[in-house]
């Protein structure tokens, strides 16, 4: 309370010039002791108004204070107490003002925030839809694979960016395919030596293609690594180990996981019991074994998930 | 004439209302800064009695912006807080009379004699 030391400095010094005066002149009529009983009255008096004004003041300028910490720290809209009417009054007044306006700002900026993910998303999607039209059999794929994906990091307790980078890495692993032709894509037969190696570009082609959007930067190592493997047999750059990002890893097992449990050119859909053993003979050596226990993890989520909503029915 | 007023309390809008129309004033009434401008715009009010601290736009704000291409619009600004420090922060977008709250129905009729009466 500097302030209010202040006011009570300067009250006192105020009060002592005309106490000191009048304590003189009633001592020098003769009355000292009336003189010390006024002079004492004068400053207590003085002390009193003193504090009372200056809790005044610096009361509201506590509250003002703390309310500015409030808005620093993000909470918009904290609304001080109003002190009366002063300038102390009007500043509260346009504190409160300020306070709602920022609030209300912040609550716009949220929803464009909001808008513009959900418009990036779609773009996202439409893209990942134009390989789903090239390639029939994968349709839904890169939507499944997205999902699930997201579910594994959100089990291995990734942050909200790499659950971001999960889902557009996931929507867009396959995008390179707009580069390979159909002929290969629906082909049923084994592919030859050449053809592998054509269908083995996808992943590099892919990053190629996003490379330049700032906003998918995160997704890029998801679609260029997708295909290596956690033995380092994996392509196009044949990383191994935690070498491979962790997006990539996981976009890798959730790929595995819906291409085995749905139906492609080359394949019927499998059993999900039959791909939980496959998975386990690719766990450490294409899987990253880490990955593959939280998407069993997942899987057995879902599993019980599915039953309890079956069994509510 | 034609009025344009705006102030978040509806208490308010009510009050000023009466009080212009009872003048033989027609009245034109928004609820913030922005709305404001909006109806300025489509209304064409011979003057504006605004509210200087509203949501989205204040008065000062929506003012200026009345007076864009140098536009004349008599204006008088409503505030809560104090003349003088409004005058202050207002700058070159003063509105040409400052009534304080709280007011009475004589106050806001001289204001606005005086604002359209401004050079």
């Given at each position: 309370m500097r302030l209010a030391r202040k006011v009570l400095a300067l009250a006192l010094l105020a009060a002592a010039v005309p106490a000191f005066v009048l304590g003189v002149q009633l001592a020098l009529a003769g009355a000292p002791l009336r003189a010390l009983a006024s002079a004492t009255a004068a400053l207590a008096f003085a002390a009193l108004l003193a504090a009372a004004f200056a809790r005044g003041l610096a009361g509201p300028l506590v509250d003002l204070v703390r309310g500015a910490l409030d808005i620093a720290r993000g909470r918009f809209g904290r609304q001080v107490p109003l002190p009366g009417r002063s300038e102390i009054g009007d500043l509260a007044y346009t504190f409160n003002y300020m306070s709602r306006e920022l609030a209300r700002q912040d609550a716009e900026n949220a929803r464009l925030i909001r808008a513009l993910e959900r418009g990036t998303l779609e773009t996202v999607r439409c893209l990942a839809g134009a390989i789903d039209a090239k390639d029939p059999?994968?349709?839904?794929h890169n939507g499944r694979v997205a999902a699930l994906s997201v579910e594994i990091g959100r089990e291995l307790g990734c942050d909200g960016a790499t659950l971001q980078a999960l889902e557009y890495g996931g929507l867009l692993h396959?995008?390179?395919?707009?580069?390979?032709p159909e002929a290969l894509l629906r082909k049923t037969v084994p592919l030859t030596g050449p053809e592998i190696s054509v269908m083995r570009q996808h992943p590099a082609i892919g990053a190629d293609i996003v490379r330049e959007v700032e906003l998918l930067r995160d997704a890029l190592p998801a679609i260029r690594s997708h295909h290596e493997r956690w033995d380092g047999?994996?392509?196009?750059?044949g990383l191994m180990g935690a070498g491979i990002p962790l997006v990539a890893r996981i976009v890798n097992a959730a790929d595995t996981w819906d291409a085995c449990t749905s139906s492609r050119p080359y394949q019927p859909a499998l059993e999900p019991d039959e791909v939980v053993r496959i998975l386990g003979r690719l766990r450490s050596t294409q899987i990253d074994p880490a990955v593959h226990d939280a998407l069993l993890a997942v899987l057995h989520r879902r599993t019980n998930g599915a039953v309890g909503e079956r069994g509510a029915a | 004439m034609r009025i344009l007023i705006a102030d978040d309390d509806r208490l308010v809008r009510t009050l000023l209302a009466d009080v212009l129309t009872g003048l033989g004033h027609e009245v034109v009434a928004a609820a913030d800064g922005a709305e404001a401008v909006e109806l300025s715009q489509r209304e064409h009010p011979d003057a504006v009695v605004l509210d200087?601290?509203?949501?989205?736009?204040?008065g000062v704000d929506a003012l200026a912006r009345m007076r864009q291409g140098g536009r004349r619009v008599p204006a008088v600004l409503l505030t809560a807080i104090s003349g003088p420090s409004v005058r202050d922060a207002?700058?070159?977008?003063?509105?040409?009379v400052i009534l304080e709250k709280p007011f009475d129905a004589k106050a806001v009729a001289r204001a606005l004699e005086r604002a359209l009466r401004a050079p």
């Open positions: 059999y994968t349709r839904g396959d995008v390179g395919k707009i580069g390979v047999g994996g392509y196009p750059d | 200087f601290l509203m949501p989205r736009l204040s207002t700058g070159p977008d003063a509105p040409d």
